[in-house]
């Protein structure tokens, strides 16, 4: 019964889990060009860059939610209860210190705002950028901690109820957001909204440990090597949340202290868009990858190991640069159809960073291998390295050259970071790196095909056309998925055939 439920939990949570991707990338694609029209472009650009300075203040909690999930599943799969109890205890002492930090540093940061954006923000901004930084300041110092019962949750394998408080979340402040600005609320308010949605979310998620669960917080007995294992084991989870704040949440930081905000809003679109394009490699990879970092455990043979990192590679690869095509040929239409003209460079930064991302998240196996063997120490060191020194770059010639050198600057290390990493890939996680760029290449010039065709019946048609946009639309998807069955292999013919069988099978089954 207990085996039954298990496989029901994650089950369940793996739909749930594709179903918030659906949610969070239609309704974002969606809300954002609303929030932006209601909010103006200036006051957008200082709610996202308010909301970059906190959430690199975010990197505070040390990889610790994610800790808890390790460990609580430890515990519980020893069925050691005092372990787990004295653990948490242990935790929560650590995100009482947190919290008291992420006070001290945001309200560091409050005093010195005007020395950091008091030239580019008018009296208007600045005095709502303070009231904002107030607010959220005290919504993570309550999130932080809040984020653990989440983490329980998941370390006793309860996914199905979070995960459905979630998306009930998610759907009513989308909803809520609309209200707000239609009733003429400004950022404030959007940051108010949030934060009493956090407040709840804690509370559903607490009620859920202690009643339904019935998770005990006690401390048995003071160990202070049990705060060293727990800081260990977040080390590298906490370098990798910087490096992340500083490719993607930093620039927004960057551009506010030499730009005006409506250059923030700009690069945010942009950094929004390339967030949409990784949501649709993390679709793919949950269904692979699993199975895949299994095969790591074992002796498993350096061909075979390759094999399976090829496949997967080529799926995401198949659907990321179906993506990156269609948006060199009808992005610009779609950034002016979705947030308007102004927002026009968006669509450039969007390029550049989707170029960057894809290696990385086509080849997100070999990351898993790296973890499965506990490796993560050289590519956390090099990934902090290369990125420490792209931001000082960038912070050195955003003023001079523009944003779009800033972007640059951070795709080419991102470029960088791929390069240096394949002699370890081949050393340490076994894999044969030649084989696998000699396998993906054909992908790359079917795209290019592809694309450049678009491109040349692009270049006949008018802009800005919503008619000609869905044209192109349909005429790049054509061409694109004619060319497929030249370039893609027999498991992949496979693959696609049996995903249109479910897809079919489950849509007659619903009539």
Not at 454 to 470: A, C, H, M, Q
Request: with cysteine; net charge positive.
């Amino acid at each position: 019964m207990f085996a039954f439920q298990k496989i029901n939990q994650l089950k369940g949570g793996a739909a749930l889990s594709y179903v918030t991707i659906f949610l969070t990338n239609i309704v974002g694609l969606l809300l954002t060009p609303f929030i932006i029209r209601s909010l103006g472009s200036a006051e957008y650009g200082l709610y996202t860059m308010i909301g970059a300075l906190i959430g690199y203040m975010s990197v505070l909690d040390f990889g610790l939610n994610n800790t808890v999930v390790q460990f609580v599943a430890k515990f519980k799969a020893e069925k050691d209860k005092k372990g787990e109890e004295n653990f948490l205890a242990h935790s929560f002492i650590m995100y009482t210190c947190i919290s008291l930090i992420v006070v001290i540093v945001g309200f560091s940061i409050y005093f010195n705002l005007e020395n950091l954006y008091g030239e580019t923000l008018t009296p208007d901004q600045f005095e709502k950028a303070k009231i904002m930084m107030v607010i959220l300041i005290f919504n993570l110092a309550i999130s932080l901690p809040g984020g653990a019962f989440q983490g329980i949750c998941s370390g006793y394998e309860e996914f199905i109820l979070p995960k459905t408080v979630n998306i009930i979340r998610y759907i009513v402040r989308s909803l809520l957001v609309v209200v707000v600005l239609l009733y003429g609320g400004d950022s404030i308010g959007l940051v108010i909204l949030d934060t009493i949605m956090n407040l709840i979310i804690i509370v559903a998620n607490i009620y859920i440990v202690f009643k339904i669960l019935g998770v005990k917080i006690k401390l048995h007995k003071y160990d202070k090597s049990l705060f060293y294992n727990i800081l260990g084991f977040s080390l590298w989870l906490f370098v990798f949340a910087i490096v992340h704040q500083l490719r993607w949440q930093f620039g927004q930081l960057i551009i506010g202290a030499f730009y005006s905000t409506t250059f923030v809003a700009i690069y945010a679109v942009g950094i929004t868009l390339g967030n949409y394009y990784g949501a649709f490699s993390g679709a793919i990879s949950g269904v692979f990858l699993p199975k895949a970092i299994q095969m790591t455990v074992g002796n498993i043979p350096k061909k075979q190991l390759t094999d399976t990192f090829i496949k997967i590679s080529r799926i995401i690869l198949l659907v990321l640069l179906f993506i990156l095509g269609g948006f060199v040929i009808v992005g610009k239409d779609f950034v002016f159809f979705w947030v308007g003209k102004e927002y026009e460079m968006a669509y450039y930064y969007a390029i550049i960073i989707m170029v960057g991302l894809t290696p990385i998240l086509s080849q997100g196996f070999a990351n898993n291998i790296l973890e499965a063997k506990q490796l993560l120490k050289y590519r956390g060191l090099l990934l902090l390295l290369l990125t420490v020194i792209g931001t000082v770059i960038s912070i050195l010639i955003v003023k001079s050259y523009g944003i779009i050198s800033m972007i640059l600057v951070t795709v080419f290390f991102l470029l960088l970071e791929r390069i240096l990493m394949i002699p370890y890939y081949v050393k340490k996680a076994n894999l044969d790196m030649k084989r696998y760029y000699k396998e993906i290449s054909p992908l790359f010039l079917h795209v290019i095909i592809a694309t450049g065709v678009g491109l040349i019946i692009r270049s006949f048609l008018p802009e800005k056309n919503i008619y000609v946009f869905i044209v192109n639309s349909m005429i790049y998807t054509i061409l694109f998925f004619s060319l497929t069955k030249y370039f893609i292999t027999d498991f992949e013919k496979t693959f696609i055939k049996s995903l249109i069988t479910k897809i079919l099978t489950k849509i007659n089954w619903s009539k």
